[in-house]
């Protein structure tokens, strides 16, 4: 079966350092797309970053970057100079190409003031 | 430009009664989504409409059914609600199915006493 494993339910991180989300995936295709996606306390859900699996070069969008190893089945996520905004449910989730994409239970992140 | 919108946000519901969730977009997505989250157990996939005219169940299809209205619209019915149906439901789009980004509404919570 497809899955997608975020292993760790809570994290803290202090205001202005990083911290680093983990996600594994279980697959048998070559090709597919991996997500990472935002909840706030609002509830909307927010596309952090995007990566297709047969870019060899790992996705950045600012303070966001992955680490993605393909071989390994994972795809986590860095947040560098973490801000009070950054506090969230975050959700790795995983395109397979079978019209279905599949989610982790989510990480959620607290920001130290 | 309004993304996804859901109505309503929030709704109680006894059990039997029935309603109907409505989603909208207007970013011309081919491709649109319902999902229920349900804490610990991340988004999983209710039925979805990979182009308009089409719909085909997801992990969790039954007590539910679909109507993909036309381009934009995507409604969710519940016909007997159960309290097993409570929890917060999220309606997608994405340009197409094939690991395009998928956009949010803003989520509907409902409670079926």
């Known amino acids: 079966a497809q899955t997608v494993t975020q292993s760790q339910p809570e994290m803290s991180v202090q205001e202005a350092e990083t911290v680093t989300l983990s996600c594994t995936y279980d697959t048998s295709e070559s090709d597919y797309y991996l997500f990472w996606y935002k909840q706030p306390p609002s509830r909307q859900m927010i596309l952090v970053i995007r990566q297709e699996a047969y870019k060899q070069q790992n996705a950045t969008e600012n303070r966001f970057s992955v680490n993605f190893q393909k071989a390994a089945k994972s795809f986590s996520l860095k947040i560098s100079d973490s801000q009070l905004g950054d506090a969230a449910m975050y959700f790795c989730?995983?395109?397979?190409?079978?019209?279905?994409?599949?989610f982790g239970t989510g990480t959620r992140l607290k920001v130290l003031a | 430009n309004a993304g996804v919108t859901q109505t309503p946000k929030f709704q109680v519901l006894k059990t039997g009664q029935s309603m109907t969730l409505q989603c909208a977009q207007d970013m011309n997505h081919n491709s649109m989504y319902w999902y229920r989250q349900d804490p610990g157990m991340g988004l999983r996939l209710i039925y979805y409409s990979a182009s308009e005219g089409t719909t085909d169940k997801g992990e969790v299809p039954n007590g539910y059914n679909v109507s993909r209205l036309n381009k934009r619209e995507f409604s969710l019915r519940l016909e007997s609600a159960a309290p097993s149906q409570t929890s917060v439901y999220f309606c997608?789009?994405?340009?197409?199915?094939?690991?395009?980004?998928?956009?949010f509404g803003p989520g509907t919570r409902l409670t079926v006493l």
């Open positions: 997608a789009s994405s340009l197409t199915q094939g690991g395009d980004t998928q956009y």
């Open positions: 989730a995983y395109y397979p190409g079978t019209y279905k994409y599949i």
